[in-house]
């Protein structure tokens, strides 16, 4: 990694989870349900800071296995935060939508996630 970059953890806020890939476990959570975690845990696969020492598919099956029974999306998110946890990089973290809003002040579908760039001269 170039010197000077600045990165910001993992943040999953509470909305915009609701597409993306399904997860082939989790037969007994809700189709809603099992989406929004699916892609939650993606979110942190593809942007965690530990992403290359993390067991994907025991994560996966460990926060699947918390969620059973899910119906909705707000269901999972005791199982989003517990892998969170488990990532161990302590720059990860949850909010609920009203966590969110009370964090951020505006609506968490407005929230923009913190981005890194490089300096110049590195510094």
């Known amino acids: 990694m170039p010197a000077g970059v600045v990165l910001a953890g993992v ?8 597409s993306g890939a399904q997860d082939s476990s989790g ?4 189709p809603a349900a099992r989406t929004y975690l ?15 020492q993390v067991d ?3 994560l996966r099956s460990k926060a699947f296995s918390r969620a059973r029974g899910a119906q909705k999306p707000a269901d999972t998110y ?8 488990a990532l161990g990089d302590r720059h990860s973290t949850f909010w609920d939508p009203e966590q969110a809003k009370e964090t ?9 996630p913190p981005q890194g760039r490089s300096l110049v001269g590195g510094g």
């Open 11 to 18: 943040v999953v806020a509470a909305t915009g989870c609701t």
């Open 27 to 30: 037969d007994d959570v809700a």
């Open 38 to 52: 699916s892609k939650a845990l993606s979110i942190m696969e593809e942007h965690s800071l530990n992403r290359h």
């Open 56 to 58: 994907w598919a025991d």
């Open 78 to 85: 005791k199982a989003i935060g517990l892998a969170l946890d």
């Open 104 to 112: 951020f002040g505006a609506s968490p579908a407005s929230f923009e």
